[in-house]
T-cell receptor, first 114, second 113 residues
Framework: GQQLNQSPQSMFIQEGEDVSMNCTSS?????WLWYKQDPGEGPVLLIA?????ELTSNGRLTAQFGITRKDSFLNISASIPSDVGIYFC??????????????FGSGTQLTVLP | DVKVTQSSRYLVKRTGEKVFLECVQD?????MFWYRQDPGLGLRLIYF???????EKGDIPEGYSVSREKKERFSLILESASTNQTSMYLC????????????FGQGTRLTVV
């Protein structure tokens, strides 16, 4: 099936450190979405990527659409306490006809230590 | 701004009760989804709907049903709640088209005792 393998599953970092996480798939994706879920809240979109090789930034966040279209990376620079949460990658599920569904990675739980 | 609103943030229900979780979106999106989220298991799709009165099963539909009588509203029904349905439930909506994002509600934390 069309699965997204997200790693690492969890990270404990010191405030101020940079963070990197990634998603890979055996299938090609035409869109990569990165979401963040604050504790007790619903996920919110951080960055959307639409072209292979695309590099997009949103403040301290940078995401890249892999050139093979089978992977994507999210980097967070100079982490702060409010970066705590679960980060998900997602992409349209091609097998679902008109791609109505999104496939989600299993999430990366980020903890920032003071 | 797109808004997806879930009717409750927290619910406590008894085993065997019929439970309704309501979700409303204000952006005329075609597609609406119900997920449950459990530690270590990510987001698992229960049901989704791509039009009024249309529904499709997701990955874990057992023990659940849904209703979409109006485009803006998508309800998740637990016919007879059980303790293994204690979870975080997330509603999402998404416009038509391949390269579109999903917008999530704030989540409902359901505890079945």
């Amino acid at each position: 099936g069309q699965q997204l393998n997200q790693s690492p599953q969890s990270m404990f970092i010191q405030e101020g450190e940079d963070v990197s996480m990634n998603c890979t798939s055996s299938s090609i994706f035409n869109t990569w979405l990165w979401y963040k879920q604050d504790p007790g809240e619903g996920p919110v979109l951080l960055i959307a990527l639409y072209k292979a090789g695309e590099l997009t930034s949103n403040g301290r966040l940078t995401a890249q659409f892999g050139i093979t279209r089978k992977d994507s990376f999210l980097n967070i620079s100079a982490s702060i306490p409010s970066d705590v949460g679960i980060y998900f990658c997602a992409g349209p599920k091609i097998s679902s006809g008109s791609a109505r569904q999104l496939t989600f990675g299993s999430g990366t739980q980020l903890t920032v230590l003071p | 701004d797109v808004k997806v609103t879930q009717s409750s943030r927290y619910l406590v229900k008894r085993t065997g009760e019929k439970v309704f979780l309501e979700c409303v979106q204000d952006m005329d999106h075609e597609n609406m989804f119900w997920y449950r989220q459990d530690p270590g298991l990510g987001l698992r799709l229960i049901y989704f709907s791509y039009d009024v009165k249309m529904k499709e099963k997701g990955d874990i539909p057992e023990g659940y049903s849904v209703s979409r009588e109006k485009k803006e509203r998508f309800s998740l029904i637990l016919e007879s709640a059980s303790t293994n349905q204690t979870s975080m439930y997330l509603c999402a909506s998404r416009p038509g088209g391949v390269n579109t994002e999903a917008f999530f509600g704030q989540g409902t934390r359901l505890t079945v005792v």
